[in-house]
């Protein structure tokens, strides 16, 4: 009688210890760093978290931009324009599976303009957020911008990155006709200041 007491009490106890077990599942640790690993929460409903070239088309669009898909090969963008001044808008972080990307690039590419100093590129990278102005390999303006989507942003959160990339834009293009000296530059004995570069610069196509 005694021993099947004692064998009840040891099988209600290993009960109680597998449903506690089911409720409450180990919490595994990252041996490395010795904590638990963070839990990274789901995207709320409504938030862009990937898009395809429809989408980036779209968004363009709602942004204020005219724009087109064109294909190289098995790669397609986006040649946009913010009234005559074209862009390039390209996907990055694509799933293979067809999921989506999750990142959009948007680049300018300018030629005909004189020589720009790396100083004056600097300068503007300087002042200006979100964009980035550099020299190309053949030493000709370009701008481009990133827009991360990864973890999700809203509609009207990504419509305002497109719109800063819009006044980017708008404002390289003027800078780079704008008749302002070099760093470094003399001004002429006259006082006025030399024109660099001149007008007529024109993004690359």
Avoid at 118 to 132: D, H, K, S, V
Avoid at 155 to 176: R, V
């Amino acid at each position: 009688m005694r021993t099947l007491i004692v064998a009840a009490v040891l099988l209600a106890a290993a009960a109680g210890a597998h449903a506690q077990t089911a409720s409450n599942p180990p919490v595994i640790v990252d041996q490395a760093i010795g904590r638990a690993p963070p839990l990274r929460a789901a995207p709320s409903p409504g938030l862009v978290t990937s898009t395809d070239i429809n989408g980036l088309v779209a968004a363009l669009q709602r942004a204020g931009f005219t724009g087109d898909v064109k294909t190289e090969g098995r790669d397609s963008f986006v040649l946009a324009r913010l009234e005559t001044i074209p862009f390039q808008a390209f996907l990055a972080g694509c799933q293979p599976s067809g999921g989506g990307c999750t990142a959009i690039e948007l680049y300018a590419g300018f030629s005909g303009t004189a020589r720009i100093p790396l100083e004056r590129i600097n300068g503007w990278n300087a002042r200006t957020p979100f964009a980035r102005a550099f020299l190309d390999e053949d030493r000709d303006p370009s701008l481009v911008m990133n827009i991360n989507l990864d973890g999700g942003v809203s509609p009207d959160n990504l419509k305002a990155q497109l719109e800063m990339w819009g006044e980017a834009l708008e404002t390289y293009s003027l800078f780079l006709v704008a008749r302002v000296p070099p760093v470094g530059a003399v001004s002429a004995p006259s006082g006025q200041l030399t024109p660099v570069p001149p007008a007529g610069a024109q993004p690359k196509r």
